[in-house]
């Protein structure tokens, strides 16, 4: 099988959680794409380089608990939003039914995901620090 392929044609079933424990979700379907998105608001919404998030147009969300948590977050004027715990502030999987789309964030998921990213997008709005951070020294914990 080919790195599109496994990427493209992934069947998922996952769980997920926030930080603080208070939401947990089950997430069943195929995630199409996984980007990584250097666009600004990505970058204010995460407060780092950008995020990591999973796209489907057949997966279902099932909260297991603390959908009395979600925070939903839209920026007017533009498709922009994002799911959130209004406790801790993780971001949490979103779907968009008029456009026929769940958007999860990769870091929120408690099992191991086969599958890698598959590409950078609006590295045109990249932070001017976010060059060749690969080639930084590497730890695997705090140093010090």
């Known amino acids: 099988m080919s790195h599109t392929e496994q990427t493209t044609h992934q ?3 996952h ?3 926030c930080l603080c424990g208070g939401v947990a ?4 379907g195929t995630f199409e794409h996984f980007f990584l998105c250097h666009c600004q608001r990505c970058r204010k919404a995460s407060g ?3 995020t990591a998030n999973l796209f489907s147009t057949t997966a279902s969300v099932v909260w297991l608990s603390g959908e009395d948590l979600l925070c939903h977050y839209h920026v007017p004027e533009s498709r922009h939003a994002r799911c959130f715990c209004k406790i801790c502030g993780s971001a949490l999987p979103l779907a968009k039914p008029e456009l026929g789309l769940v958007l999860v964030p990769a870091g929120c998921l408690d099992t ?4 890698r990213a598959e590409a950078h997008i609006f590295t045109g709005s990249r932070a001017e620090w976010d060059d060749d951070l690969a080639a930084l020294p590497q730890f695997e914990a705090l140093p010090g």
């Open 48 to 50: 780092t380089a950008h």
């Open 15 to 17: 769980t997920g959680s």
């Open 11 to 13: 069947t998922n079933h």
């Open 112 to 115: 191991p995901l086969a599958m």
């Open 25 to 28: 979700f089950e997430i069943s």
